[in-house]
Structures are given as C-alpha cells and as structure tokens.
C-alpha cells in the first residue's frame, strides 16, 4: 500500500467512524477507547490469520495421528497473538443480528487478556453500552476488504492517526496524551536512539517508542534486538492506550501506571544515571509538588553543587513549578554517553532565580546540545510556542564541542494544517535535521537528503511534461469539437452567434505556447539546481493560467448546453463531449492538484521539491554548517553568560534580513484559506449552540 493509498484509506475510515459518532449521543471521549479497540482487534486478527495460515502449511501430517494441532505457542513464536475462535474479528463480525454484539465484544477482549498478562486490564471492556446498531457499523467499517489484506505497519499508522484524530477533536481529557508527531519525530531524529535503554518518564500513549521503532526500521534495524522500552505514566487511561499502542506495533516494552509511576515521587525502574536515552513530552508549568517530602528533595536525580560551606546539595527549584524538576531528571538519568530530547515551555528558557541557577549548572556540565524553539499551534489543545531541549553527555568528555550549543529558531518554519493547528512537513522536518547533523559534522544527511529533493523534483518535472502534453492536446481536442460543432449549429440558428464568440478564448494561445515551453523543458530535466529552478518557475507560472483556461472553456460547454439545450440535439449527443471533459478534468487534476482530496499535482509538486533543495543550499551553500541569521547560531558557554544563561534560540541567531525575499504570497492565500474556512466552522458551530439556546429560553 502506498503512502497516499494509505492516507486516503485513513480519511475514509475517520469520516465512517466520526459520522457513526455524530450520529449517536456519545462524547468523543467516550468513544475512542472502543474504536481504537477495535482497530488493535483488526490488527490481532489478521496477523492470526497469516500466522495461522504459515503454521498449517509448514506442519505436514503424521501418518497415523494426523496434523499436530496449533497451541498458543505456536503463535508466540512467531510474535502474534493467539485469538480464541469468539475474539476472532470474521466470528464477531458475522454474528447474528438476534445475539448481543456488545457482550461479544467485551468478552472477546476479556479473553484475549486472559490470555496475555500483558494486556490484563488494558482493552477496552464497555461495549455493552454502546447501540448494537451503531457497533455492527463500526465493525463493518473495519472489515472493508483492502483491510482483511493489509500488512505491514498499515495498522499502526491506523492507530495513531486515530490517536492523532480523537487528540484533536479533545479526546482523553483534552488530548494531553498525544505528543504531535511533528515533535516526536524532530527528538527521535536529533538523539537518534539506535540503542540501549530508552525511557520515557511521561510516556503517555507511548508514541516517541512508536517512532524510535521506525526510525531503527529505517536503519534496517530490529527495535527487539537493539533497545529495551520502558515508560511511567500516571494516567491509568493513557497508560492503557500506550501498551495497546506497543502491541498494534509489534513492540514490546515495560510500561508502568498508577500513582506508583508518578515520576515526581518515584523512579520506579530505578534507572539514575542507567539510561541511554530519554524522551518525553511532560506536564508544563505543573503546580502542587510536594517539595518537602525527602523523597523530592534528596532525590538522586537532582543536579548538585557545593554550598558556601563546601558541602553538596541538591538544585531545588523554589518556586511553585514542576518544570526544572523534569529539566533534571532528564539529565540525571542519563549515562555518561546517553542523550535526552523533550518538550518543555518556552518560559523555561529564561525562567529566572532558582531555576536560572539551575539552567547555568546545566550549561556549565557541557551536557546541554540543541534546543530548537517551535512555533504557536502545534500542541492540539494549547496554542502557546513551545522548545524543544536536547543534552548529550558524551559532549561533557569532548574538549572541542563542550564549549558548543546549536541555537536553531524554528518559529517561521510550519505548515499549516487547520486554522488552529500546525506541523512541520516531512520535508521540513528533514531540513531541520540537516541542520543538527551539519552542526555535528555530519555532511552525509544533507547531501543525500538535497540529492533526494533533486531526484524527485527531477522524476516530477518529467512526468509533468508527459501529463501537460496529454492535458494540451485533450484541451485542442474539446475545443475544435465544440468549436466544430458551433459553426454548424449557428448556420441554422442564428440567436446562438454568441456560444461561437464565447469560444473564442482569448488566452488558449498563450497557454499552448507555455505548455509547450514547459513540455520542452521538463523532459530534459536533470538533478540539478539551477536547470530544475527554470523549470519550477514554468511549473508555478503555467498553473493559474491552465486553470483559468480549462474553466472557461467548460463554463462555456456548461452555458450552452443549459441555454441552447444541446442536450436535446443529436449530434451533440453523438459528440459525447462529457465524457471529452471529464477526461480534461481528470488530466487538469493530476497537475492542479485536488482541493477536495487534499492532494496537491504534478505542478506544485515539482516546484515543491526545488524549492525544498534551493532552501538548504541558498543558506548552506557549501554542504557544511554555517550560521545562519534569523535561523541558527552555535553559541559557546560565554555567549550564553553573557545572556543572563537564556537557553532562548530567538535571543541568539537575530532577525532574517531575506524573510521578504523568501516570502511566499501563495502558500500564505492558502493558510488564509484553511484559517477562513476554521472561521466558518466555528461560526456554524456558534451559530447552533445559539438557536439551541434561544429555543430553550423560548419554551
């Protein structure tokens, strides 16, 4: 399955699901556990079934007794689950319409925890209260047969654009279990955890595990033979979700829930100063911790520093805030070699007074790497900037780069996904990892990764050419047929001079000259900077033009069938001119791309990727790190003393002098866009919450 195959597949399924949704009285709270249970029990059944089918072909029958019958080892040895026959999906599916599906389903997911103490207490079990009507729904809606087929991860990327979905629509008490995946996947690509002990002491639904298993998938690496998973979670739901999300993956890992994993007060795996890597999206600005206790106050995981008396203690934060708390508990249960990434408000890194303090004996170690400062909107349920913080301890050890912090401002870099919400594009996200590796000395990432754009605005360019001579010769095609058409029909119906005159487009001639030019060009495209940036420019200035022509040209059609009735005349008929148009607009589509869809064309596409290659070669012209004004700075310890110890990238790399260069008016009409229509839903939104409140004062 492909990767738009798959995204399309994702869409229709939250359409199906949401609409159930709205079509019943629950919340979406309450509707995501079951839903995204649902989905873990698709996933179970078909690995079943293809491990079950593995198993009968590989066992050849004794001759006296027969087949060795299939047991639940069987299934653990090739890392699947085994599903007794009523928590198999065809079983429940098939059921019935006189039996209950909703006791079915929660004893299928009872039985399948009694099964594996892994999962005990961890499916969803409330079924029973759902409408049997609204659940045989939904389990059709998973039982579509491209998903009977599908292998893979497909399940997993299910789960968590579900998981993404229910974070957005406020799901899990306002979505705080789900890190954007646009974060998650910037701090697993700059602390590359490849191996070891990975902790997440936050771990929510356990997505930055989820990431790490497929950036080691694509280093051609098994998660089960490199790291070992461990998270603590507080929230009994989030932690639910997590292991559920582990198993639809196929990782497996220690997750931790309760009051006992309360990071605040326990360190539960003991893992101080153990850990390779650690990762988390933790509570911000957090109020309440009891800082008497000894437990928080002798706690190992705490920087220490001699008093004026010479004696150790520990960096307590004064105020009432749990953030530099966390800052160190990142730091403390780290190795010598290990790295941290997490997300932490932007106000940490200038807080003052203690946690100022704490910050400069922090930097002062040599430990602190990275921090990248992210823009508004990325959170689902908070649209305040947040940064992300980066250490590795291997740098305390290394005289050159202890001295040495990469200060990257992220702010300006975004997509806009609805008016509301942000995240970085695949492409983005790649180029802001160049960057880290540039700092580090890696030039390989960046040249494969501009060579990559290069290859695939250069495969764009030329199926663009072959398309636009296809969509140019099917727009001369319906335009001598109708044109053909009107001469004769006007010579015996003189009132209809104007359908002839309306034909007459002004700027098909200027659009055939251009797609020729563009055709030209594109077929000789090349991986190179300079001839892709000739043919980026055709592709942006052909597009409104094309489109400008293939809509007066049908509204014409549209006209005159309407006006003169064509519809009713022979050789009209004969001409099948719709089916002519369809073609014309199917063509049009695979170039302009298709707003409904949400799938951008060939046009914007190949311009795309030379402009995602030109970004990093106009600023890193020589493949090698340089700063970067309004964009990155490598500072060292005094620069940063010098700034009062702010861990604030804005503070550092100034203001972007050619951000009005650079400045693109069409992508900027198109955030406008998704902002109005945001603006629109809202206001309907408002506008029923308003009817529904006059009627009730009414009556």
Same mark, same amino acid.
């Given at each position: 399955?492909?990767?738009?195959?798959?995204?399309?597949?994702?869409?229709?399924?939250w359409?199906?699901?949401?609409?159930?949704?709205?079509?019943?009285?629950?919340?979406?709270?309450?509707?995501s556990m079951?839903?995204?249970?649902?989905?873990?029990?698709?996933h179970?059944?078909?690995?079943?079934?293809?491990?079950?089918?593995?198993?009968?072909?590989?066992?050849?029958?004794?001759?006296?007794?027969?087949?060795?019958?299939?047991?639940?080892?069987d299934?653990?040895?090739?890392?699947?689950?085994?599903?007794?026959?009523?928590?198999?999906?065809?079983?429940l599916?098939?059921?019935?319409?006189?039996?209950?599906?909703?006791?079915?389903?929660?004893?299928?997911?009872?039985?399948?925890?009694? +099964?594996?103490?892994?999962?005990?207490?961890?499916?969803?079990?409330?079924?029973?209260n759902?409408?049997?009507?609204?659940?045989?729904?939904?389990?059709r809606?998973?039982?579509?047969?491209?998903? &009977?087929?599908?292998?893979?991860?497909v399940?997993?990327?299910?789960?968590e654009?579900?998981?993404? &979905?229910?974070?957005?629509?406020g799901?899990?008490?306002?979505?705080?279990?789900?890190?954007?995946?646009?974060?998650?996947?910037?701090?697993?690509?700059?602390?590359?955890?490849?191996h070891?002990?990975?902790?997440?002491?936050a771990?929510?639904?356990?997505g930055?595990?989820?990431q790490t298993?497929?950036?080691?998938?694509?280093?051609?690496?098994?998660?089960?033979?490199?790291?070992?998973?461990?998270?603590?979670?507080k929230?009994?739901?989030?932690?639910?979700?997590?292991?559920?999300?582990?198993?639809?993956?196929?990782?497996?890992?220690?997750?931790?829930?309760?009051d006992? /994993?309360?990071?605040?007060?326990?360190?539960?795996?003991?893992?101080?100063?153990?850990?390779?890597f650690?990762?988390?999206n933790?509570?911000?600005?957090?109020?309440?911790?009891?800082?008497?206790?000894?437990?928080?106050?002798?706690?190992?995981?705490?920087?220490?520093?001699?008093d004026?008396?010479?004696?150790?203690k520990?960096?307590?934060?004064?105020?009432?805030?749990?953030?530099?708390?966390?800052?160190?508990?990142?730091?403390?249960?780290l190795?010598q070699t290990?790295?941290?990434?997490?997300?932490?408000?932007s106000?940490?890194?200038?807080?003052?007074?203690?946690?100022?303090?704490?910050?400069?004996?922090?930097?002062?170690?040599?430990?602190?790497?990275?921090?990248?400062?992210?823009?508004?909107?990325?959170?689902?349920?908070?649209?305040?900037?947040?940064?992300?913080?980066?250490?590795?301890?291997? &740098?305390?050890?290394?005289?050159?780069?202890?001295?040495?912090?990469l200060?990257?401002?992220?702010?300006?870099?975004?997509?806009?996904v609805?008016?509301?919400?942000?995240?970085?594009s695949?492409?983005?996200?790649?180029?802001l990892?160049?960057?880290?590796?540039l700092?580090?000395?890696?030039?390989?990432?960046?040249?494969t990764?501009?060579s990559?754009?290069?290859?695939?605005?250069?495969?764009?360019a030329?199926?663009?050419?072959?398309?636009? +001579?296809?969509?140019?010769?099917?727009?001369?095609?319906?335009?001598?047929?109708?044109?053909?058409?009107?001469?004769?029909?006007?010579?015996?119906?003189?009132?209809?001079?104007s359908?002839?005159?309306?034909?007459?487009?002004?700027?098909?001639g200027?659009l055939t000259?251009q797609?020729?030019?563009?055709?030209s060009?594109?077929?000789? /495209?090349k991986?190179?900077?300079?001839v892709?940036e000739?043919?980026?420019?055709?592709?942006?200035?052909i597009?409104?033009?094309?489109?400008?022509?293939?809509?007066?040209?049908?509204e014409?059609?549209?006209?005159?069938?309407?006006?003169?009735?064509?519809n009713?005349?022979?050789?009209?008929?004969e001409?099948?001119v719709?089916?002519?148009?369809? +073609?014309?607009?199917?063509l049009?589509?695979?170039?302009?791309?298709?707003?409904?869809?949400?799938?951008?064309?060939?046009?914007?596409?190949?311009?795309?990727?030379?402009?995602?290659?030109?970004w990093?070669?106009?600023?890193?012209?020589?493949?090698?790190y340089?700063?970067?004004?309004?964009?990155?700075?490598?500072?060292?310890?005094?620069?940063?003393?010098?700034k009062?110890?702010s861990?604030?990238?804005?503070?550092?790399?100034?203001?972007?002098?050619?951000?009005?260069?650079?400045?693109?008016y069409?992508?900027?009409?198109?955030?406008?866009h998704?902002?109005?229509?945001?603006?629109?839903?809202?206001?309907?939104?408002? /506008? &029923?919450t308003?009817?529904v409140?006059?009627?009730?004062?009414?009556?």
């Amino acid at each position: 399955m492909t990767g738009k195959q798959l995204k399309k597949l994702e869409t229709e399924l939250w359409k199906a699901a949401d609409q159930l949704r709205a079509n019943s009285k629950l919340t979406a709270t309450e509707y995501s556990m079951p839903v995204l249970g649902l989905i873990f029990l698709r996933h179970a059944y078909n690995r079943f079934a293809k491990v079950k089918e593995e198993i009968e072909k590989d066992r050849t029958p004794h001759p006296q007794r027969g087949k060795k019958p299939i047991t639940k080892s069987d299934f653990l040895e090739k890392n699947a689950l085994y599903l007794p026959e009523n928590a198999q999906y065809d079983y429940l599916v098939n059921l019935p319409e006189s039996e209950d599906i909703g006791e079915a389903l929660d004893t299928a997911m009872k039985d399948i925890e009694t +099964e594996y103490d892994a999962l005990n207490g961890v499916l969803p079990k409330n079924y029973s209260n759902f409408g049997k009507d609204l659940l045989r729904e939904l389990l059709r809606t998973f039982n579509k047969e491209v998903l &009977k087929k599908a292998e893979g991860d497909v399940f997993g990327k299910i789960y968590e654009y579900f998981l993404n &979905k229910f974070a957005m629509t406020g799901a899990q008490e306002g979505g705080e279990f789900f890190t954007p995946m646009s974060l998650v996947q910037t701090i697993v690509n700059v602390i590359e955890p490849d191996h070891g002990t990975v902790f997440d002491p936050a771990v929510g639904s356990a997505g930055m595990f989820v990431q790490t298993g497929y950036f080691l998938q694509g280093k051609g690496l098994q998660s089960a033979e490199r790291v070992n998973f461990y998270g603590q979670e507080k929230t009994e739901m989030n932690t639910r979700l997590a292991k559920m999300n582990l198993a639809v993956h196929g990782l497996e890992g220690k997750i931790i829930g309760g009051d006992e /994993a309360n990071t605040y007060y326990n360190d539960y795996f003991t893992l101080v100063g153990d850990c390779d890597f650690v990762m988390a999206n933790p509570p911000f600005n957090v109020d309440g911790v009891d800082k008497n206790k000894d437990v928080v106050k002798k706690d190992p995981r705490l920087l220490t520093v001699k008093d004026e008396d010479g004696k150790l203690k520990r960096l307590l934060p004064k105020n009432d805030n749990a953030n530099y708390l966390w800052i160190q508990y990142f730091y403390g249960y780290l190795k010598q070699t290990g790295r941290a990434g997490f997300v932490m408000a932007s106000s940490a890194s200038d807080a003052g007074h203690s946690e100022k303090e704490i910050r400069k004996e922090l930097v002062k170690t040599g430990a602190v790497d990275v921090m990248i400062a992210i823009g508004n909107n990325f959170f689902y349920t908070r649209s305040l900037p947040c940064t992300l913080w980066f250490f590795d301890r291997a &740098k305390e050890l290394d005289k050159v780069r202890k001295d040495k912090v990469l200060m990257l401002d992220a702010r300006k870099i975004y997509r806009k996904v609805t008016s509301k919400i942000n995240d970085f594009s695949p492409e983005q996200l790649q180029n802001l990892i160049c960057i880290v590796n540039l700092y580090r000395g890696n030039t390989k990432k960046f040249e494969t990764t501009v060579s990559g754009y290069l290859q695939k605005a250069t495969e764009l360019a030329k199926e663009t050419a072959e398309i636009t +001579e296809q969509l140019k010769k099917q727009i001369q095609k319906v335009h001598k047929t109708v044109s053909d058409f009107a001469e004769k029909f006007v010579k015996e119906n003189e009132d209809a001079v104007s359908f002839i005159d309306a034909l007459k487009i002004e700027e098909l001639g200027i659009l055939t000259e251009q797609q020729h030019k563009l055709i030209s060009e594109a077929r000789k /495209a090349k991986p190179d900077i300079k001839v892709l940036e000739e043919i980026a420019l055709q592709c942006k200035s052909i597009r409104k033009l094309q489109d400008k022509v293939i809509k007066q040209l049908i509204e014409t059609i549209v006209n005159a069938q309407k006006e003169l009735q064509l519809n009713k005349n022979k050789d009209w008929k004969e001409l099948k001119v719709k089916e002519q148009t369809d +073609e014309l607009k199917e063509l049009q589509k695979q170039l302009s791309g298709d707003p409904d869809e949400e799938e951008p064309g060939l046009l914007h596409e190949t311009e795309y990727f030379w402009k995602q290659a030109n970004w990093l070669t106009t600023r890193f012209p020589k493949g090698s790190y340089i700063d970067v004004e309004g964009l990155c700075k490598v500072v060292s310890k005094k620069e940063i003393e010098d700034k009062d110890w702010s861990l604030s990238p804005g503070r550092y790399v100034g203001v972007d002098a050619t951000s009005d260069e650079d400045y693109d008016y069409e992508e900027r009409l198109s955030e406008i866009h998704i902002e109005l229509d945001g603006l629109n839903e809202e206001a309907s939104e408002l /506008a &029923k919450t308003i009817s529904v409140n006059y009627k009730a004062l009414v009556v």
